[in-house]
């Protein structure tokens, strides 16, 4: 046999392995921080995975995204929720038991289908000679309305983060202000511009 | 004229361009009056294109050829062919008709004089298309549509400033932006030309109607109303989203035309079974009209229409009688030669249902109080009366009801509105009286839509409702004697209304107060604005708010002046009327009908009269002079546990009161009903599977006797068979008294707790329970299509 | 190139129900995100490896994994801002404590 397909047989178990080992951890780990370390593990893994199949620029992006953001965003919020960390906390619902069985049900239904289907496998043979700047492109022409409209979703995603975390006392005082301050432009608006008559509340910039 | 059409797209964005600009711009949400002009601009833009669209269809050479057309060259033309029409621009406000093949094949409506569609969406092979068109139906609901909708718009202006609550401005600018949106969904569900377009704008009707119904949610009873109107009509959606999904299912297409115009699908899905129920064409089509039965308010599922009223009543005379429950008819209407391709059965059942309906609410309307409840079931009762038509084959007969009836029930109902203005607030009748003087402008066009609705000649109403009655008279003698019955009750409680409203003496402090300002010349002494911020009726004296505005009376006029010049459009020619040339079908006119009708709903005026217009109320706590008579009528005896209680025919009156209750009836049926559920389940554990435990036993025993009795048959004979018998009966009969008399008495108590318990716990409350369930569910599914 | 698609399928469909494992028997809500990241990266193995082995040769599967990566993140932004809000207001993050659904 080749020793290039060995080797690609070699790498897909070991980085399977690596993926469902440490996303088996991420499950049943009693303390959530080694929890979240070993997620870093599973998306590293499927980084690799991404690599075997070549599609290096979603390799890339996953490693960015997941590992270097998603992460830091999960280890924050387990330590701004401080309690969480206790590992003699109970971490399990008391219906784990009943979910273990079910997942492993629709797992086998899962792969049952999967084996069961006719694959038309056709693995490309060439890709592109320039696969991240063809998909650059692609983005950017065919696809470029939904792109923009994942990045409104991502600033839509932002502002609501912010607004949900903020402790409500603070978002009250600042609305506060923020009312003042307009009451004060629409007051100095209205000597300005002498129609007492108006009904409408001018926001003034 | 091909520019026009490439337009139609613009009717309904207008106003929702208004609703998005008071929605998303603070400056604009901000001023009230802005926002109330910028909508009515809007809505006279669509007014205006939908003339252009309604002309330009007017002058397309097919509608000319129709509506010059003979009879006998219409005739001829084949149905299946698009039949030219075309017409002179009539004088009134509608047009021309072109009649059409109908009897025993299918009636199909011309073509589409303009179509255009897009893609929406495609993922594989499947693709959805979406699309307006065109066609006589479009281009006459279009103009119906924004000229009632500009109607009630500027009426808004004043009614909403009159009615601002807490004088919140937000909420006045709302209202109009709902009133956008609400314009919107209907035009675009007017011009679609496809099922699931359709169906988009029928929700979003939908929605609105939820909006305004609870516009005024701080009232508990308006978001009450609220959600009982859109669970009820979701009722009906339901059915409908089935009847499209078994369209979609045997025609692949969503296209209305693709089914309505071709005589091959609609074939094909007339001969089609559907797992050996019926056929495509018979389950969709009541599938559809499921919808109908939801949004235009058919028994049983009227209940949400009275209810409504809680919302404003600009609302009232839009959404809940002159356009949104259009929609139902609409689609019965548009989808009409699949209705008729499901058969006689089908178009049977609609026809019934209308019919009932139709006598129903027109009872109900003569025992209430409220003024606007009154014209609530006399919307149900035309609608049914337009159900009944289509039901019978008379596509033009109900479709240009639909039309009349948009034009003077909106007009009474903004009536109702300028007199609970007019008369501070009071919406109780019997509060009211005396107001034709102090109303002029309200009183004189109310009368007209009241004569319209009774069907005087010759107002439009007349014309409408008498294609009505005859189709009625030609197909179905039935439901002909019924429907003339509700004429005459029609015309009975439109009566008692006008003499309870405008007639004697004003019976409180708001009706003596109330005022119009003229159209001509200077404003009464009385019409300096009052204080709007003024006691709002704390004090019994003290009335807030002027006179009636102009910006109230003057759609009035409008709307009053379209109810008489329709009758143009709807009068007899030789062959049809210009109606119904113009929507390429088929009427007729018969003197005797016609006369008896007349006749039905003068009686009706007549006897509104006797009883009411001679015993005016002196005041608002006299009883109803009707109920006073039925009161006389002793109707027999009723013995119950030893008291007599006499049956009067005033018991009806209490029934027509009540409203069959069947509010009450529904409340029973479906809050106990669920309780009902968990009973009979029970019941049926322990009584049944128990039950034949101990049956098996009682069985051996039995079994054992007559074992026994073989033994002591030998000996003693015939004597002891006997007393055997008896003991055997006995047996019988204790089993069943300790078994199941007391087991079902028993069971129905433990079952209660029980099954209630366990289904208590269902819901938990906690998400991760919630997504066990769905996987389970999930899992369910999958098991089932790998053992299939 | 010759790992047989079912391969990473079945790799995928397995990360993906060890995910839904987490987030059905994690008790407390941060936990339950990481499971439903989890299931997210299954799904996105899927999307590419039919990409590499499908019949269409443009980057649409890529796309895609690249617009569920996005959409992952924002919700992982949302998701943990309610979480820190659950806590501020009810000292706790155990999804089994937080039964508002049941009024």
């Given at each position: 046999m080749d020793v290039n397909v060995v080797l690609t047989y070699v790498a897909f178990f070991a980085l399977a392995g690596l993926t469902l080992l440490s996303a088996l951890a991420v499950v049943t780990l009693r303390n959530l921080l080694r929890s979240a370390l070993a997620l870093v593990v599973t998306f590293i893994g499927v980084a690799g995975i991404y690599l075997l199949l070549q599609a290096e620029f979603i390799a890339a992006v996953q490693v960015l995204l997941y590992v270097g953001a998603v992460t830091v965003l999960i280890l924050f919020a387990i330590m701004l929720t401080e309690?969480?960390?206790?590992?003699?906390?109970?971490?399990?619902?008391?219906k784990w038991w009943l979910a273990a069985p079910l997942v492993v049900l629709v797992l086998a239904s899962i792969v049952v289908s999967l084996l069961g289907a006719v694959w038309v496998e056709r693995p490309k043979e060439a890709l592109p000679p320039e696969p991240v700047a063809s998909l650059g492109e692609i983005l950017m022409t065919r696809y470029a309305l939904p792109f923009e409209i994942a990045s409104v979703l991502l600033l839509v995603a932002m502002v609501g983060a912010i607004v949900v975390a903020w402790p409500i006392r603070d978002r009250l005082k600042v609305v506060e202000e923020m009312e003042e301050r307009v009451a004060r432009a629409k007051a100095g608006w209205k000597e300005r511009?002498?129609?007492?008559?108006?009904?409408t509340v001018e926001v003034a910039r | 004229m091909e520019v026009v059409f490439n337009l139609v797209w613009l009717i309904p964005l207008f106003p929702l361009l208004a609703t998005a600009a008071i929605t998303f711009v603070p400056g604009v949400y901000y001023r009230k009056k802005l926002s109330a002009r910028l909508t009515i601009g809007m809505m006279a833009l669509s007014l205006l294109l939908s003339l252009l669209v309604f002309f330009a269809t007017v002058a397309h050479p097919e509608t000319q050829a129709r509506l010059e057309g003979h009879a006998a060259a219409v005739k001829e033309a084949?149905?299946?062919?698009?039949v030219p029409e075309a017409g002179?621009?009539?004088?009134?406000e509608t047009r021309p008709a072109a009649p059409e093949a109908e009897g025993e094949e299918i009636f199909l409506p011309p073509r589409p004089i303009f179509e255009r569609e897009f893609h929406w969406m495609a993922t594989g092979r499947l693709s959805l298309e979406l699309g307006f068109w065109v066609d006589p139906l479009t281009a006459a609901m279009l103009v119906m549509v924004s000229l009632v909708g500009l109607c009630i718009f500027i009426y808004s202006q004043g009614y909403m400033a009159a009615e601002d609550y807490q004088g919140e401005d937000q909420r006045y600018s709302r209202f109009f932006s709902f009133l956008g949106l609400f314009a919107a969904s209907m035009l675009g569900l007017v011009i679609a030309d496809n099922i699931l377009l359709l169906f988009i704008c029928w929700e979003l009707v939908g929605l609105c109607s939820y909006l305004l119904i609870g516009f005024w949610n701080f009232k508990k009873s308006a978001y009450d109303a609220a959600i009982k109107a859109f669970i009820v009509t979701k009722i009906g959606d339901a059915g409908f989203f089935i009847g499209i999904f078994l369209l979609y299912i045997y025609t692949?297409?969503?296209?209305i035309g693709y089914i309505i115009h071709r005589p091959e699908v609609l074939n094909r899905l007339a001969h089609t079974s559907v797992l050996g129920i019926g056929s495509v064409a018979a389950l969709s089509a009541i599938g559809l009209f499921i919808g109908t039965i939801g949004k235009s308010a058919q028994v049983p599922l009227h209940v949400w229409l009275p209810d409504a009223m809680e919302g404003p009543t600009p609302v009232s005379a839009l959404i809940h009688a002159a356009t949104m429950v259009a929609a139902g008819v609409f689609l019965v209407a548009r989808m009409f030669p699949l209705f008729q391709a499901a058969g006689s059965g089908t178009m049977e059942f609609v026809a019934w249902i209308g019919g009932i309906t139709a006598i129903f609410a027109a009872t109900i309307a003569i025992a209430q109080y409220d003024i606007k409840r009154v014209l609530a079931y006399s919307t149900i009762s035309q609608l049914g009366f337009m159900v009944l038509a289509l039901g019978l084959g008379g596509y033009v007969a109900g479709f240009f009801h639909l039309i009349t009836h948009a034009f003077f029930k909106a007009l009474l109902f903004l009536g109702s509105g300028a007199v609970i203005i007019g008369a501070h607030h009071v919406q109780d009748m019997r509060e009211m009286g005396g107001l034709w003087k102090r109303l002029p402008y309200t009183f004189w066009t109310y009368l007209i839509g009241m004569l319209a609705l009774a069907g005087i000649f010759p107002l439009s109403g007349f014309f409408s409702k008498d294609e009505i009655l005859l189709d009625a008279f030609k197909h179905n003698p039935a439901l002909y004697v019924i429907a003339t019955i509700a004429a005459f009750v029609t015309s009975f409680y439109m009566t008692r209304q006008m003499f309870y409203v405008f007639?004697?003496?004003?019976?409180s402090h708001g009706a003596r107060a109330a005022a119009e300002v003229p159209l001509f010349g200077r404003e009464l002494a009385a019409a300096a604005p009052a204080d709007p911020h003024g006691g709002h009726g704390h004090d019994e004296h003290a009335v807030h708010g002027g006179p009636l505005p102009l910006n109230m009376t003057v759609p009035l006029m409008v709307l009053a002046a379209g109810t008489v010049l329709l009758s143009a459009v709807g009068l007899p020619l030789e062959e049809g009327t210009l109606f119904s040339r113009f929507v390429g079908g088929h009427a007729d006119f018969s003197l005797l009908v016609a006369g008896i009708s007349t006749l039905v709903a003068l009686a009706g005026i007549g006897a509104g009269h006797l009883i009411y217009g001679r015993n005016l109320l002196r005041s608002a706590h006299d009883p109803d002079p009707l109920q006073v008579r039925m009161e006389r009528v002793r109707l027999g005896r009723l013995r119950l546990r030893g008291k007599t209680l006499d049956l009067r025919l005033s018991a009806l009156y209490t029934l027509w009161e009540k409203k069959y209750y069947v509010d009450e009836i529904y409340g029973f049926l479906f809050v106990q009903g669920s309780h009902l559920l968990a009973r009979v389940s029970g019941w049926f554990d322990l009584a049944v599977i128990d039950g034949a435990v101990n049956g098996a036993a009682h069985l051996s025993r039995l079994l054992s006797s007559a074992f026994g009795w073989f033994d002591l048959e030998v000996v003693d004979g015939l004597v002891n068979l006997i007393g055997w018998f008896g003991r055997v009966f006995s047996a019988i009969q204790g089993w069943v008294d300790l078994y199941i008399v007391d087991g079902l008495v028993n069971a129905w108590a433990l079952a209660t707790g029980w099954v209630g318990d366990r289904l208590r716990r269902i819901q938990t409350g906690l998400v991760q329970d919630y997504l066990m369930l769905v996987l389970l569910g999930v899992a369910l599914i999958v098991g089932l299509f790998i053992l299939l | 190139m010759t790992i047989p698609l079912e391969y990473f399928l079945i790799l995928a469909s397995v990360l993906f129900c060890l995910g839904m494992y987490g987030a059905l028997a994690r008790k407390n809500a941060v936990g339950i995100l990481m499971g439903i990241e989890l299931m997210l990266n299954a799904v996105n193995i899927n999307l590419v490896a039919f990409w590499r082995y499908g019949v269409v040769s443009e980057f649409t599967g890529q796309v895609f994994a690249l617009f569920a990566i996005t959409v992952a993140a924002a919700e992982a932004a949302v998701g943990l801002a309610l979480v820190i809000a659950i806590f501020r207001s009810r000292r706790t993050v155990n999804a089994d404590e937080v039964d508002l659904l049941k009024w």
């Open positions: 309690r969480l960390m206790e590992a003699r906390l109970r971490q399990f619902t008391g511009s002498g129609s007492p008559k108006d009904e | 084949p149905a299946g062919e698009a002179e621009a009539p004088a009134g692949d297409h969503m296209s007639a004697g003496e004003a019976r | -």
